[in-house]
């Protein structure tokens, strides 16, 4: 099976308080269908000091979100897209994603 949006892949939040923001994908989880977006969905965590020497503090993380709220931008119109995958025809048979607004390779 072939992934719809793969780390390193430049997206669009479509919805949430986020939307309309882009990102890169710092992290999928194929498991939650889940991904991290840099700078998307920013929430507060809290931590403890587990040590003496250490101090609490207060940290800004990227929490993740559904994989269903993000669209893949595409590199050579540069708009949310969605995303068809084809089959080439020569020798290698390799998968290719394209952009479902262009037929652009991504």
């Known amino acids: 099976m ?5 780390k390193n892949d430049l997206v ?5 308080k986020d939307s309309g923001k882009r990102g ?27 040590k003496q020497e250490q101090k609490s503090e207060i940290k800004k993380i990227e929490a993740p979100i559904h994989a269903s ?4 931008v595409c590199f050579s119109c540069q708009k949310p897209s969605r995303i068809n995958s084809v ?4 020798a290698q048979k390799k998968r290719i994603r ?8 991504i």
Do not use: F, P, W, Y
């Not at 072939?2 to 793969?6: D, P």
């Not at 992290?27 to 977006?37: A, D, E, G, Q, R």
């Not at 089959?87 to 020569?90: C, L």
């Open 24 to 50: 890169s994908i710092l992290l999928v989880n194929k498991i939650s269908n889940t991904v991290v977006v840099q700078g998307i969905n920013i929430v507060t965590k809290h931590v403890k000091a587990r």
């Open 87 to 90: 089959v080439t025809s020569d």
């Open 98 to 105: 394209l952009c479902n607004r262009c037929k652009q390779a």
């Open 12 to 16: 669009e939040v479509v919805t949430g």
């Open 69 to 72: 709220n993000v669209m893949l």
């Open 2 to 6: 072939l992934a719809r949006i793969k």
